[in-house]
């Protein structure tokens, strides 16, 4: 499921579907989010998706062969990166979609690279600050508060809601870098990390749901809807999302398959519309392609080209964020 190596170019037709697939997945998440939340309290809602995702996982280890990580070393860690990069974003953009529309959500989701690089410079020093990077990280807040509508004032349940959006991008900020000093070197592959980061997750979950949110209903209580949104949040969101994400590094190298950062507010903004009749005001698409621009400018997306012969270790992702 990894590669040492990924080929420069690859032909668009062996990667471009899954990449297309992928943005699809993901940016339906935030409609599926949308429909869970209307019967579920979100730390159940997450606690279901979370243990499907894990289900879906240790199948696809078993057909392929792989196995858990063994080191209590990576176990600990996966208990930070469990925390920041599952439970809590998940169960944040929960309880932001209950107050805000799901294309909404999905833009917030859009802003996670520039929380992730200011982090990863000052606190993890796994990055170095350009004049590059810091252009597109001012163009990126400036986006931010366009979508925000700052001039409008703040307040009120709806700009709570987007808050909370906004901290479950802020938890992907801690996770990633955390993940890419302390996990992304190991032995282990994506598909294993990502398990064993999902099996954690749903244990942090069983423990803290009941105590904050009471015991989680019976499935058999929920609507079929809602039932149908929580195994596709768990089994294509997490679980099979992230396999076609792990063959569009292998096939079209890491840069390339980051790139679907630009496809899945897209996706999140046209099924919100298109399914839920949600209708946002001029200017947060007017932000998000703001904050779009700036992630470009920061990831050095629309400079020179870099060669892209990739290291096995960053082929090595746990779950993705924002899904």
Not at 171 to 200: D, E, N, R, T
Not at 222 to 227: F, P, R
Not at 296 to 323: C, E, N, S, W, Y
Request: aromatic letters at 8%.
């Amino acid at each position: 499921m990894t590669a040492d190596i990924t080929p420069d170019r690859a032909p668009l037709r062996s990667w471009l579907p899954g990449f297309v697939a992928l943005g699809v997945i993901w940016g339906s998440s935030f409609l599926f989010i949308k429909v869970g939340v209307a019967e579920l309290h979100p730390l159940h809602l997450t606690l279901y998706r979370v243990a499907t995702g894990a289900a879906t996982l240790l199948v696809v280890l078993a057909v392929l062969r792989d196995r858990l990580p063994r080191e209590p070393r990576v176990w600990a860690h996966l208990l930070v990166v469990a925390a920041f990069g599952v439970a809590l974003p998940f169960t944040l953009f929960g309880f932001g979609e209950q107050r805000v529309e799901s294309m909404l959500a999905g833009i917030w989701n859009a802003t996670t690279p520039l929380i992730v690089l200011p982090l990863a410079v000052l606190v993890f020093r796994t990055e170095r600050l350009t004049v590059r990077r810091a252009v597109g990280l001012g163009l990126g807040f400036a986006g931010v508060l366009v979508v925000l509508g700052v001039w409008e004032g703040v307040g009120g349940s709806h700009f709570t809601g987007q808050l909370m959006c906004l901290g479950a991008a802020a938890c992907y900020g801690v996770a990633i870098p955390y993940q890419k000093k302390f996990i992304a070197g190991s032995s282990y592959s994506g598909l294993s990390l990502s398990a064993a980061q999902l099996l954690v997750a749903t244990a942090q979950l069983a423990v803290v749901a009941p105590l904050v949110a009471g015991a989680p209903p019976a499935p058999t209580g929920l609507s079929a809807k809602v039932v149908g949104s929580v195994l596709a949040l768990g089994a294509l969101g997490t679980g099979l999302a992230f396999v076609i994400n792990l063959r569009n590094i292998r096939v079209a190298g890491a840069s390339t398959a980051s790139t679907v950062t630009y496809l899945i507010p897209v996706f999140a903004v046209l099924v919100g519309a298109v399914v839920l009749g949600e209708r946002m005001n001029w200017h947060q698409p007017a932000g998000a392609l703001v904050v779009l621009l700036g992630v470009a400018v920061a990831q050095g997306m629309l400079g020179r080209r870099r060669p892209a012969r990739t290291p096995a270790a960053a082929t090595r992702p746990a779950v993705p964020a924002g899904r």
